[in-house]
């Protein structure tokens, strides 16, 4: 990826023309999501405008329309969310280099950076000091306001932070990589998992499938752990070697200090010492859920074994596209259950159920 130019402060740069799109918003956290009209700024000389085919419902979305991260990031309303972007190229401005109309493209959770902090330079955009530009409501630094997401017809951003999509994916299904897939595959690569490796994954979510999926295509003896022993079956469809009754401590002790890394996926209050004590020595114990309040850790069984526990969100830019193209190469895409706008509200009630298997996508056909 070629450097990032510099980001202008929004008083530098000229209020640029717009157009409108149809959207879906929600306008109170008790509204739900229904339609509206948006204005979207016509391409500038590194935008890229791409027409919207499909956009993945991500559980974010549900606690952003809903205010439910109100205490460290309020919701702004009218809110159009979605981070999981796939379309084709409508327009390029011209200094685009990267993209031509046409083109498949993908917009994953950030728009923008200050690409100026240590963090960007390093092309870990997500830990931007300035905080990244999320793909909605986040200040958009062009017209002003709030960024709205893919619940839409058209998104326009700039070039660098436009992603290319295989052209042997399902694009449906790629589009949940955008989020869930970026999530699951910066831990396992950071934690250097390689054939041989044996890797846990506990809970099979949106983002525990997409982890059985990357591990096993890395190599790893995937064992998936789950309270619902009716899971089994599918677990190993997508490729897990083995799976684990977490309740069982029979079957838990079984697999004590015998793991490279694991990978914890769930987003409710739980217990994790349980893991850490399957976990070798210099073993790691990576969290991508977001428990809504802290979680129990017993500092002695860190201790012994010199193991370790880790966090981590998305990733930068080049990570993701990196990923998608390791997505490519392995034919790992997600396992979708598509709808149209008009049952995204249904769906965030399912999804609080964990009722699908195991990501909902967004036809916006349905838009039209």
């Known amino acids: 990826m070629s450097a990032l130019r510099a980001v202008p402060f929004p008083e530098e740069t000229p209020s640029p023309q717009t157009y409108t799109a149809k959207a879906f918003a929600a306008q109170s956290p008790t509204s739900g999501v229904a339609a509206i009209t948006i204005p979207r700024r016509t391409p500038q000389p590194k935008d890229v405008q ?42 390029t401005g011209n200094a685009v280099t990267k993209f031509k109309e046409g083109d498949l493209a993908g917009v994953g959770c950030m728009v923008d ?81 390689t054939a041989g490796h044996k890797v846990g994954v506990v809970w099979l979510g949106g983002l525990g499938h997409m982890g059985v999926k ?9 064992v998936v752990f789950t ?37 914890d ?18 073993g790691t114990l990576g969290f991508v859920g977001a428990p809504p309040e802290p979680l129990p850790l017993e500092v002695a069984g860190l201790l012994f074994g010199r193991r370790k526990v880790a966090g981590s969100i998305i990733g930068g830019i080049r990570e993701t596209q990196e990923m998608l193209d390791f997505c490519g190469e392995h034919n790992v895409t997600a396992d979708v259950e598509m709808i149209g706008l008009q049952q995204v509200n249904e769906a965030y009630d399912r999804l609080l159920k964990n009722d699908v298997k195991y990501r909902f996508v967004i036809d916006m056909e349905s838009l039209k």
């Open 50 to 91: 791409i027409e919207i085919l499909y956009c993945g419902v991500c559980h974010t979305d549900v606690h952003f329309v809903r205010n439910e991260f109100a205490a460290i990031m309020p919701t702004s309303y009218p809110c159009v969310p979605g981070h999981e972007i796939v379309g084709r190229v409508l327009k």
């Open 113 to 193: 950076s200050d690409r100026t902090c240590e963090a960007c330079l390093a092309g870990e955009e997500q830990f931007c000091a300035s905080q990244p530009i999320f793909t909605y409501n986040a200040p958009d630094k062009h017209l002003g306001g709030m960024t709205y997401g893919g619940y839409s017809q058209s998104v326009v951003v700039d070039e660098d932070f436009v992603l290319r999509l295989p052209k042997n994916l399902d694009i449906a299904a790629t589009a949940p990589l955008l989020c869930a897939g970026i999530t699951t595959y910066s831990p396992l690569r950071h934690a250097n998992v």
């Open 214 to 222: 990357l591990a096993s295509a890395f190599g790893a003896n995937v």
């Open 227 to 263: 309270t619902s022993p009716s899971k089994a079956a599918d677990a190993k469809r997508l490729g897990a070697h083995e799976v684990v009754n977490s309740k069982n401590d029979a079957d838990m002790q079984k697999h004590a200090n015998t793991f490279d890394f694991i990978l």
């Open 265 to 282: 996926t769930v987003p409710a209050a739980h217990n994790p010492n349980p893991y850490i004590n399957l976990l070798k020595r210099d």
